[in-house]
């Protein structure tokens, strides 16, 4: 079996900064692409950024320039920087990623920026 495991939310004013990881364990072979997605109350679940093995990360045009993804691919590990928060951004925070050619969700983190 393999589990995604998000960490790092919490409640941060507009402004501030949060790091968010992810950790892929259990019978692991190999990991294409992994992303962090978000829904917000009331809404659908969108995608935020996106990575593959080796290739050129993709944001949503909502947090270009504010969030980075990154992942540590020996740990299993992916990560998203999220800078100059905004209320806006305030959603659970999923984690994606196609372990073993199957994609696997973790359970989500909630993240809320007051204003």
């Known amino acids: 079996q393999v589990q995604l495991v998000e960490s790092g939310g919490g409640l941060v004013q507009a402004g501030g900064s949060l790091r968010l990881s992810c950790a892929a364990s259990?019978?692991?072979?190999?990991?294409?692409?992994m992303g962090w997605y978000r829904q917000a109350p009331g809404k659908q679940r969108d995608l935020v950024a996106r990575?593959?093995?080796?290739?050129?990360?993709k944001y949503a045009d909502s947090v270009k320039g504010r969030f980075t993804i990154s992942r540590d691919n020996a740990a299993n590990m992916m990560y998203l920087q999220m800078n100059n928060l905004k209320p806006e951004d305030t959603a659970v925070y999923y984690c994606n990623a196609d372990v073993n050619w199957y994609a696997y969700w973790g359970q989500g983190t909630q993240v809320t920026v007051s204003s």
């Open positions: 990575i593959i093995s080796g290739g050129t990360p």
């Open positions: 259990g019978s692991i072979f190999s990991i294409n692409a």
